[in-house]
């Protein structure tokens, strides 16, 4: 566009170096108009003409200058020219008759300045051409330049992005091991608070806990913890402003086990019934495992059918349990090892007002609950005391002798039947083993005791005679069966044991007694036998 520009004003200055006489030829327009004839004036010398030449040259020049030096794009005025394309251009008058009008030749170049001055649009082909231009004149060290300042750009960018995507990865790091360590701490409180909450516990144990007046819910908590009742007394306490049970607590003494539940030790600690009273109970030498379950029942420390199952198998809670093994033709597998003695148990006082409780109720609920744990307490005391007072030295008796320990207490528990005295025990007891050691002669004990047990003990759990029923009764019943029964008919005390492992050194085979006086009488032979039955008034019975 400039280059245009250039060529009609160098056109114009040469036409008026020649003075006018030869004017460029314009540009077809495309509507033709007539030129407006000038006034005629008188015409001036070449001399002027060379003066205003150079006028006008140095006009352009300063035109170009001005063109160079001023900013690439400008905003234009209200009253601008019209904007024309490149190949738009706006007609330029014709002026045929130049020579004639030749001191008009200003007019004329006044005119073709204003078609050089027209501001033209730059089309998208001519910009590509300026910056082609521009390119072109751009050397090469700015080139190397230029693309160095691009190089460094990109691995700048390369650089923070990779320091962005590592900062990423150890902040997604750190965020998945504070996580994981967040979950293991979190979850060792939660299994900790559960396990709590339930009372499931390794240790089973039991405590007497004294509840002082006035205690609140933070007290007991302490109190309870110092006692390994409980290990979070806050969440105890917690529990209680959750649950609605804090402060109202009963003083007075409770017996606690560690395997009690939140709730239960909130009920039991609350409750006027659930204070305890010990009672002092003699287990009699000779009872039997039901009738021992009977007698704490009927002092209110626990439900016979509770204390039951802790004597109807094995538990395997200590070492002479061990010596032991199931039989089927047992009645009660840890019958003779509740050992006579006199104990302290722990009474549940609802049992005492057993029948004014709503069957279902919370307090009747807790009542069940401490029976079976007052029963197992109970029957863990009697079989430790039986644990501690069996020795090395009676188990090696036992071992000398050929007999079991099951064997013993069975002979011992018939001993402990038969004899009237202690005493008559060791002599009881050398006939039962005389007939064993001679068994050929003598196959059978034949102790009325024993037909006792099958009778009271056995037969009444029986609706019918069944077979389970009649296997009772014939290992049990020393007339039918051969040698030493199933197992023991009752619990024996320490003499009668004693009496089975240190007899007296008899030829006895027989003894009888007399009922009304307790005396008795022994015989070595059949005949002599008889003649004591007559003695002591038994003539006729068999009875030995």
Same mark, same amino acid.
């Given at each position: 566009?400039?280059?245009?520009?250039?060529?009609?004003?160098?056109?114009?200055?040469?036409?008026?170096?020649?003075?006018?006489?030869?004017?460029?030829?314009?540009?077809?327009?495309?509507?033709?108009?007539?030129?407006?004839?000038?006034?005629?004036?008188?015409?001036?010398?070449?001399?002027?003409?060379?003066?205003?030449?150079?006028?006008?040259?140095?006009?352009?020049?300063?035109?170009?200058?001005?063109?160079?030096?001023?900013?690439?794009?400008?905003?234009?005025?209200?009253?601008?020219?019209?904007?024309?394309?490149?190949?738009?251009?706006?007609?330029?008058?014709?002026?045929?008759?130049?020579?004639?009008?030749?001191?008009?030749?200003?007019?004329?170049?006044?005119?073709?300045?204003?078609?050089?001055?027209?501001?033209?649009?730059?089309?998208?082909?001519? =910009? /590509?051409? !300026?910056?082609?231009?521009?390119? $072109?004149?751009? %050397?090469?060290? #700015?080139?190397?330049?230029?693309? +160095?300042?691009?190089?460094?750009?990109?691995?700048?960018?390369?650089?923070?992005?990779?320091?962005?995507?590592?900062?990423?990865?150890?902040?997604?790091?750190?965020?998945?091991?504070?996580?994981?360590?967040?979950?293991?701490?979190?979850?060792?409180?939660?299994?900790?608070?559960?396990?709590?909450?339930?009372?499931?516990?390794?240790?089973?144990?039991?405590?007497?806990?004294?509840?002082?007046?006035?205690?609140?819910?933070?007290?007991?908590?302490?109190?309870?913890?110092?006692?390994?009742?409980?290990?979070?007394?806050?969440?105890?306490?917690?529990?209680?402003?959750?649950?609605?049970?804090?402060?109202?607590?009963?003083?007075?003494?409770?017996?606690?086990?560690?395997?009690?539940?939140?709730?239960?030790?909130?009920?039991?600690?609350?409750?006027?019934?659930?204070? =305890? /009273?010990? !009672?002092?109970?003699?287990?009699? $030498?000779?009872? %039997?495992?039901? #009738?021992?379950?009977?007698?704490? +029942?009927?002092?209110?420390?626990?439900?016979?059918?509770?204390?039951?199952?802790?004597?109807?198998?094995?538990?395997?809670?200590?070492?002479?349990?061990?010596?032991?093994?199931?039989?089927?033709?047992?009645?009660?597998?840890?019958?003779?090892?509740?050992?006579?003695?006199?104990?302290?148990?722990?009474?549940?006082?609802?049992?005492?007002?057993?029948?004014?409780?709503?069957?279902?109720?919370?307090?009747?609920?807790?009542?069940?609950?401490?029976?079976?744990?007052?029963?197992?307490?109970?029957?863990?005391?009697?079989?430790?005391?039986?644990?501690?007072?069996?020795?090395?030295?009676?188990?090696?008796?036992?071992?000398?002798?050929?007999?079991?320990?099951?064997?013993?207490?069975?002979?011992?528990?018939?001993?402990?039947?038969?004899?009237?005295?202690?005493?008559?025990?060791?002599? !009881?007891?050398?006939?039962?083993?005389?007939?064993?050691?001679?068994? #050929?002669?003598?196959?059978?004990? +034949?102790?009325?005791?024993?037909?006792?047990?099958?009778?009271?003990?056995?037969?009444?759990?029986?609706?019918?005679?069944?077979?389970?029923?009649?296997?009772?009764?014939?290992?049990?019943?020393?007339?039918?069966?051969?040698?030493?029964?199933?197992?023991?008919?009752?619990?024996?005390?320490?003499?009668?044991?004693?009496?089975?492992?240190?007899?007296?050194?008899?030829?006895?085979?027989?003894?009888?007694?007399?009922?009304?006086?307790?005396?008795?009488?022994?015989?070595?032979?059949?005949?002599?036998?008889?003649?004591?039955?007559?003695?002591?008034?038994?003539?006729?019975?068999?009875?030995?």
């Amino acid at each position: 566009m400039e280059q245009k520009k250039n060529d009609e004003v160098e056109s114009l200055a040469a036409f008026l170096h020649t003075g006018g006489s030869e004017l460029p030829k314009a540009p077809e327009p495309v509507k033709k108009q007539e030129a407006v004839k000038p006034a005629p004036k008188p015409k001036q010398p070449s001399i002027n003409a060379d003066k205003d030449l150079n006028d006008i040259l140095f006009s352009i020049e300063n035109r170009k200058k001005s063109h160079q030096d001023a900013a690439p794009v400008a905003v234009p005025e209200p009253d601008a020219p019209e904007v024309y394309e490149e190949d738009e251009l706006p007609d330029i008058p014709e002026y045929s008759n130049f020579e004639e009008d030749n001191g008009h030749y200003d007019d004329a170049a006044t005119q073709m300045m204003n078609v050089v001055n027209i501001p033209v649009k730059k089309t998208a082909s001519a =910009e /590509k051409a !300026v910056a082609e231009y521009d390119d $072109e004149e751009e %050397t090469e060290e #700015e080139k190397e330049e230029r693309k +160095e300042l691009r190089e460094m750009r990109i691995r700048y960018e390369k650089q923070r992005q990779h320091a962005r995507t590592f900062a990423f990865i150890l902040i997604g790091a750190f965020l998945c091991v504070g996580i994981i360590f967040a979950s293991i701490y979190l979850s060792r409180y939660i299994v900790t608070y559960a396990l709590d909450l339930t009372g499931i516990v390794t240790n089973d144990f039991r405590i007497d806990v004294i509840i002082p007046e006035d205690a609140d819910t933070e007290t007991v908590a302490a109190i309870l913890s110092e006692n390994n009742i409980i290990s979070s007394p806050k969440f105890f306490t917690k529990f209680g402003e959750l649950t609605g049970k804090k402060d109202e607590f009963i003083p007075g003494t409770y017996t606690l086990s560690s395997t009690m539940s939140y709730m239960t030790l909130f009920s039991t600690l609350q409750t006027d019934i659930y204070q =305890e /009273k010990i !009672v002092t109970i003699r287990i009699v $030498e000779g009872m %039997t495992a039901h #009738e021992i379950a009977q007698l704490l +029942e009927e002092n209110c420390v626990c439900f016979a059918e509770d204390f039951e199952k802790y004597y109807k198998n094995i538990q395997n809670n200590y070492d002479f349990e061990r010596r032991l093994s199931e039989s089927s033709s047992k009645y009660n597998q840890l019958e003779g090892y509740l050992f006579p003695d006199t104990y302290e148990f722990y009474v549940i006082q609802a049992m005492e007002n057993i029948k004014e409780l709503e069957e279902g109720s919370e307090e009747a609920l807790a009542m069940y609950e401490n029976s079976a744990e007052n029963a197992e307490e109970a029957a863990k005391k009697m079989y430790k005391n039986f644990n501690d007072k069996i020795t090395r030295t009676m188990y090696k008796q036992m071992g000398e002798m050929n007999l079991t320990l099951d064997e013993v207490i069975t002979l011992a528990s018939m001993v402990q039947k038969e004899a009237a005295s202690v005493e008559d025990m060791y002599y !009881v007891a050398s006939v039962f083993l005389n007939r064993i050691r001679y068994s #050929e002669a003598y196959p059978k004990l +034949e102790s009325d005791v024993t037909v006792l047990y099958v009778e009271n003990e056995i037969k009444p759990y029986f609706t019918d005679t069944s077979a389970k029923y009649t296997r009772y009764a014939n290992a049990y019943n020393t007339y039918t069966c051969t040698g030493i029964p199933a197992g023991p008919i009752c619990n024996p005390g320490l003499d009668a044991i004693d009496a089975v492992l240190n007899s007296a050194d008899t030829n006895y085979f027989f003894f009888c007694a007399n009922e009304e006086t307790g005396e008795v009488f022994y015989a070595e032979t059949q005949a002599h036998h008889e003649e004591n039955l007559v003695l002591a008034g038994l003539a006729g019975n068999g009875d030995e």
